[in-house]
């Protein structure tokens, strides 16, 4: 099984601010199986990344995915009001799928 | 528009049984893969299970292995959960979630989860 790990568990920011959470495999694995989510309190999670660089339908482009191999990022250039919630990272090449344990990003 | 809604969660005892369901509408549902994602309360995100287009491929987390099955009724543009022998640690909101990716696909997702429902909570204690 591969476990997922983020950093930090709590990131506080104030909006304008950019954001870096990471996301470390316990194991290697393709690039092509990497997905960011984003979770508000009471909503299911909403995909942001897959491929671990390619935005989902309506993810704005202030949200970019990189990394590879063990270690995978998710940045958010300029912080809005709007994207203070949990986000989880999520691997789906091999399974069983595995989530991380999710980094909350509150506001400063 | 997709909607996938969940029903079926209950509080039941320990040892005991439930089945989930999750209505799909908005998109033609037999060309999708399906999954079962759950979450403790104030915890993070598990995987539980798949299940592939034609439901010829099943697939489980171990932790639900042997006591949760999953269906699918392409006529009905529905997916089941049929959980057995429950215990605490089930205890959770449970969501059905669509597979992404290309017709060409051969894992039970290539491009994440782009679709979830609202969720339906199982509660499992005496």
């Known amino acids: 099984e591969i476990v997922l790990t983020q950093s930090p568990g709590t990131l506080s920011l104030s909006p304008g601010e950019r954001a870096t959470l990471s996301c470390r495999a316990s194991q290697s694995f393709s690039r092509s199986s990497l997905a960011w989510y984003q979770q508000k309190p009471g909503q299911p999670p909403r995909l942001l990344i897959y491929g671990a660089s390619s935005r989902a339908a309506g993810t704005p482009d202030r949200f970019s995915g990189s990394g590879s191999g063990t270690h995978f990022t998710l940045t958010i250039s300029r912080l809005e009001p709007d994207d203070f919630a949990v986000y989880f990272c999520q691997q789906y090449g091999s399974s069983p799928i595995t989530f991380g344990q999710g980094t909350r990003l509150d506001i400063k | 528009e997709v909607q996938l809604v969940e029903s079926g969660g209950a509080l039941v005892q320990p040892g005991g049984s439930l089945r989930l369901s999750c209505a799909a509408s908005?998109?033609?549902?037999?060309?999708?893969?399906m999954h079962w994602v759950r979450q403790a309360p104030g915890k993070g995100l598990e995987w539980t299970s798949y299940i592939s287009r034609s439901s010829g491929t099943k697939d489980y987390a171990d932790s639900v292995k042997g006591r949760f099955t999953i269906s699918r009724d392409n006529a009905k543009n529905l997916v089941y959960l049929q959980m057995d022998n429950l215990r605490a640690e089930d205890t959770a909101v449970y969501y059905c979630?669509?597979?992404?990716?290309?017709?060409?696909?051969?894992?039970?997702?290539?491009?994440?989860?782009?679709?979830w429902g609202q969720g339906t909570l199982v509660t499992v204690s005496s």
């Open positions: 979630a669509r597979g992404e990716g290309p017709d060409y696909c051969s894992s039970s997702t290539c491009h994440g989860f782009g679709y």
């Open positions: 908005g998109f033609t549902f037999n060309t999708y893969k």
